[in-house]
């Protein structure tokens, strides 16, 4: 465990990449070469102390890790090691809550001040910083003379804290060490083994399915509730929720689980235990009931949506639905009992797939109000990169060299993210399947040449770490060192860090960040598929040539027809495309139509469709789609997609102009095309 936390996780970054520059190293983190370069001191000063050869690292050359370091850290992955660290604030105000939820004895100051190992007018400073931050949950933390520090609020508040709190820890490179060492802090034995034991046994009895990561969190929350509930501490229900618990199959499972745990099995643990269950486990759309199941039917209404709001048409619309059940599932239950989820990658999925996360939020909008739960950004996150790992497709089905298998804890999403970003970067790679953590190693893998994780593995076959969501850089590194495995091939490193000085040399840089983007995507392998940066914004689609209003039409089909018009002098689209949008509205009904007056008539790219475009049509006196009443359309907005995603970025422009009613007004009440474009203009730059 390393002394602080920045060199911590430089030298966990090193462990996992096999092979490294300097370069890389400062992209990845962000840093300066200084920085890094005092960082890397640290370490091997930190190495020095335990008899292990330095990192070697000059200029921009290759950084490698010493192979007996990187044994050093293979052995003592799971022993337990005497404290050689000093805790952050962060791990401090987190350390305080944890070690007073398993308290047994009062706590004075002196115990915090020996497990923090500060003063105690910094741990007076920390307790006051805890209760600011855990305030919003309602928990605090207070001192009583007879008490000591002890935590006040529902026992329910205090279990949602601890598993945030653990969810938070679990994120550092060296989380689990540190729960060790409080655990062992707080009490004699640490029974995390055998539960986590016994969580397997439970899912191989009752044949379910969990996501390892969330797994391993539970069973450290089941380590921290072993002390807990030998305190008495039990939660409470309202007599009605707990009859409709006690309906749920899955509390035969939380009852076996208590049983084999020999937890008290009072009965407002068993329906605690069957929402953590329900929270954990994913949705098997096999044994859903479509006519009782409200999730299933929500997912299909989801999946009907996202085409709509999308403008594209699943070709496996079952598959899709049966999937985002799987993830939804357990996702309702989380939101419903506020069991904390930690998404790592809800920064950049909001950056990597701005458009579709803005697509999928509103689109969760009118659920979270059916369902009276609040979706928080990280599941809706999630659901994001479910949506996003199904629009990716590779382009071109090339023939199968090597045969690859992915390893992915983190669910179902994820794994299918790696799975297409990996066929798109590799046509000579089949990826065979993805698997758990405990499945890989469960699973003979001597018929795989290569295997792709997101977490350490330990395996003979060549083994490369990757992320759910990789930007340019990591994606370049990955191909140079894939096709150095395979090929021996090795690409000449293009450093956007040295092109930026000789261009500052030369020129003055206005927008660096814009530059930097840039020169990343250039530097990136040819052979790696992008669409950033070829999205068109909205007044690229719609221009005066593609604006038009009308007084009126003879019907809803007319209406279509006039609008694809300029779609079609352009050559951006095929007269089949307008026969195929007309035809899908009598097909599939008015699903178009997404909102008072507004439709969106689209149809398959392979329908006739060219170029990416859009096009829109005003009309003074309304047309009824089906010839229904129900369905009047004054504003058309017919859209052509080559893909799944170029049209996307347009398209969440729409999106937010149309949410604006202010906005749908004056599209309607305004006749000059001046205006308009000028709306879209407006909508074109919001980012």
Same mark, same amino acid.
């Given at each position: 465990?390393?002394?602080?936390?920045?060199?911590?996780?430089?030298? !966990?970054?090193?462990?996992?990449?096999?092979?490294?520059?300097?370069?890389?190293?400062?992209?990845?983190?962000?840093?300066?070469?200084?920085?890094? =370069?005092?960082?890397?001191?640290?370490?091997?000063?930190?190495?020095?102390?335990?008899?292990?050869?330095?990192?070697?690292?000059?200029?921009?050359?290759?950084?490698?890790?010493?192979?007996?370091?990187?044994?050093?850290?293979?052995?003592?992955?799971?022993?337990?090691?005497?404290?050689?660290?000093?805790?952050?604030?962060?791990? &401090?105000?987190?350390?305080?809550?944890?070690?007073?939820?398993?308290?047994?004895?009062?706590?004075?100051?002196?115990?915090?001040?020996?497990?923090? %190992?500060?003063?105690?007018?910094?741990?007076?400073?920390?307790?006051?910083?805890?209760?600011?931050?855990?305030?919003?949950?309602?928990?605090?933390?207070?001192?009583?003379?007879?008490?000591?520090?002890?935590?006040?609020?529902?026992?329910?508040?205090?279990?949602?804290?601890?598993?945030?709190?653990?969810?938070?820890?679990?994120?550092?490179?060296?989380?689990?060490?540190?729960?060790?060492?409080?655990?062992?802090?707080?009490?004699?034995?640490?029974?995390?083994?055998?539960?986590?034991?016994?969580?397997?046994?439970?899912?191989?009895?009752?044949?379910?399915?969990?996501?390892?990561?969330?797994?391993?969190?539970?069973?450290?929350?089941?380590?921290?509730?072993?002390?807990?509930?030998?305190?008495?501490?039990?939660?409470?229900?309202?007599?009605?929720?707990?009859?409709?618990?006690?309906?749920?199959?899955? &509390?035969?499972?939380?009852?076996?689980?208590?049983?084999?745990?020999?937890?008290?099995?009072?009965?407002?643990?068993?329906?605690?235990?069957?929402?953590?269950?329900?929270?954990?486990?994913?949705?098997?759309?096999?044994?859903?009931?479509?006519?009782?199941?409200?999730?299933?039917?929500?997912?299909?209404?989801?999946?009907?949506?996202?085409?709509?709001?999308?403008?594209?048409?699943?070709?496996?619309?079952?598959?899709?639905?049966?999937?985002?059940? %799987?993830?939804?599932?357990?996702?309702?239950?989380?939101?419903?009992?506020?069991?904390?989820?930690?998404?790592?990658?809800?920064?950049?999925?909001?950056?990597?797939?701005?458009?579709?996360?803005?697509?999928?939020?509103?689109?969760?909008?009118?659920?979270?109000?059916?369902?009276?739960?609040?979706?928080?950004?990280?599941?809706?996150?999630?659901?994001?990169?479910?949506?996003?790992?199904?629009?990716?497709?590779?382009?071109?089905?090339?023939?199968?060299?090597?045969?690859?298998?992915?390893?992915?804890? =983190?669910?179902?999403?994820?794994?299918?993210?790696?799975?297409?970003?990996?066929?798109?970067?590799?046509?000579?790679?089949?990826?065979?399947?993805?698997?758990?953590?405990?499945?890989?190693?469960?699973?003979?893998?001597?018929?795989?040449?290569?295997?792709?994780?997101?977490?350490?593995?330990?395996?003979?076959?060549?083994?490369?770490?990757?992320?759910?969501?990789?930007?340019?850089?990591?994606?370049?590194?990955?191909?140079?060192?894939?096709?150095?495995?395979?090929?021996?091939?090795?690409?000449?490193?293009?450093?956007?860090?040295?092109?930026?000085?000789?261009?500052?040399?030369?020129?003055?840089?206005?927008?660096?960040?814009?530059?930097?983007?840039?020169?990343?995507?250039?530097?990136?392998?040819?052979?790696?598929?992008?669409? &950033?940066?070829?999205?068109?914004?909205?007044?690229?689609?719609?221009?005066?040539?593609?604006?038009?209003?009308?007084?009126?039409?003879?019907?809803?089909?007319?209406?279509?027809?006039?609008?694809?018009?300029?779609?079609?002098?352009?050559?951006?689209?095929?007269?089949?495309?307008?026969?195929?949008?007309?035809?899908?509205?009598?097909?599939?009904?008015?699903?178009?139509?997404?909102?008072?007056?507004?439709?969106?008539?689209?149809?398959?790219?392979?329908?006739?469709?060219?170029?990416?475009?859009?096009?829109?049509?005003?009309?003074? %006196?309304?047309?009824?789609?089906? !010839?229904?009443?129900?369905?009047?359309? &004054?504003?058309?907005?017919?859209?052509?997609?080559?893909?799944?995603?170029?049209?996307?970025?347009?398209?969440?422009?729409?999106?937010?102009?149309? =949410?604006?009613?202010? !906005?749908?007004?004056?599209?309607?009440?305004?006749?000059?095309?001046?205006?308009?474009?000028?709306?879209?203009?407006?909508?074109?730059?919001?980012?």
């Amino acid at each position: 465990m390393m002394i602080e936390k920045r060199p911590a996780l430089l030298l !966990n970054y090193l462990l996992n990449m096999k092979h490294s520059t300097m370069n890389q190293v400062m992209d990845h983190t962000q840093l300066t070469k200084r920085q890094i =370069s005092y960082d890397f001191e640290k370490v091997n000063h930190w190495l020095k102390e335990r008899s292990l050869p330095p990192i070697q690292y000059k200029g921009n050359q290759y950084i490698l890790m010493p192979d007996d370091v990187v044994d050093y850290f293979r052995k003592q992955k799971n022993s337990n090691q005497d404290r050689d660290f000093n805790l952050t604030e962060e791990e &401090r105000l987190i350390f305080i809550y944890l070690y007073l939820f398993i308290r047994h004895e009062p706590i004075s100051s002196v115990h915090l001040t020996q497990l923090l %190992q500060v003063s105690k007018n910094t741990v007076i400073s920390d307790v006051k910083k805890a209760n600011e931050m855990n305030s919003a949950l309602l928990v605090e933390i207070r001192y009583t003379r007879q008490q000591g520090y002890h935590l006040k609020g529902t026992e329910f508040d205090k279990r949602v804290l601890v598993m945030q709190h653990l969810a938070q820890l679990l994120q550092m490179p060296y989380g689990e060490k540190l729960i060790r060492y409080l655990l062992k802090e707080g009490n004699e034995h640490n029974p995390f083994e055998s539960i986590h034991d016994t969580l397997n046994q439970i899912k191989k009895l009752f044949g379910l399915h969990f996501v390892e990561e969330r797994l391993k969190q539970f069973a450290y929350f089941l380590t921290f509730y072993f002390y807990r509930q030998k305190e008495g501490k039990f939660v409470r229900f309202h007599s009605d929720e707990m009859e409709l618990l006690n309906q749920d199959p899955m &509390r035969k499972v939380a009852e076996k689980l208590l049983q084999l745990l020999q937890f008290k099995t009072e009965e407002t643990e068993l329906c605690y235990f069957t929402i953590q269950l329900l929270g954990l486990s994913l949705g098997d759309g096999a044994v859903q009931d479509g006519d009782r199941d409200l999730l299933f039917k929500l997912c299909e209404q989801l999946v009907f949506d996202f085409e709509s709001k999308a403008c594209i048409v699943f070709e496996k619309k079952d598959e899709v639905i049966k999937t985002l059940y %799987q993830h939804l599932k357990p996702a309702y239950f989380r939101m419903k009992y506020r069991i904390p989820i930690t998404n790592p990658l809800l920064d950049q999925i909001k950056i990597e797939h701005k458009e579709l996360f803005m697509i999928v939020k509103e689109m969760l909008l009118p659920i979270g109000t059916l369902l009276s739960i609040t979706i928080p950004e990280e599941e809706i996150g999630f659901i994001t990169i479910h949506f996003g790992a199904l629009l990716e497709k590779p382009k071109l089905a090339m023939p199968k060299k090597k045969r690859a298998v992915v390893v992915c804890p =983190s669910g179902i999403s994820s794994s299918l993210m790696v799975k297409h970003q990996l066929e798109s970067l590799f046509s000579e790679i089949t990826v065979e399947k993805t698997l758990s953590l405990q499945e890989f190693q469960e699973e003979g893998t001597n018929t795989y040449d290569l295997v792709f994780s997101t977490v350490a593995v330990e395996t003979e076959l060549p083994c490369f770490q990757v992320k759910p969501i990789m930007t340019p850089i990591e994606k370049n590194s990955l191909v140079t060192e894939v096709y150095q495995h395979l090929f021996g091939i090795q690409y000449h490193e293009l450093s956007v860090r040295e092109l930026l000085h000789t261009i500052e040399k030369y020129a003055n840089i206005v927008d660096e960040n814009g530059l930097k983007k840039a020169l990343n995507q250039i530097t990136f392998h040819k052979k790696v598929v992008t669409y &950033r940066g070829n999205q068109p914004v909205l007044q690229e689609l719609l221009t005066d040539e593609t604006i038009q209003i009308v007084e009126q039409l003879s019907d809803w089909e007319e209406a279509v027809k006039v609008a694809a018009s300029p779609l079609l002098e352009k050559g951006i689209i095929q007269a089949s495309y307008i026969e195929a949008m007309i035809e899908n509205v009598k097909t599939l009904g008015p699903y178009v139509v997404i909102g008072p007056e507004v439709a969106i008539p689209h149809a398959r790219p392979e329908n006739g469709v060219n170029q990416v475009g859009m096009s829109f049509l005003k009309l003074n %006196q309304p047309v009824h789609f089906l !010839n229904d009443e129900k369905y009047p359309v &004054r504003l058309l907005f017919c859209i052509a997609a080559i893909d799944n995603k170029t049209h996307l970025k347009a398209l969440s422009q729409l999106t937010r102009l149309l =949410s604006e009613k202010d !906005n749908i007004d004056l599209l309607k009440d305004n006749d000059s095309t001046e205006d308009i474009s000028e709306l879209f203009k407006q909508y074109s730059e919001v980012n």
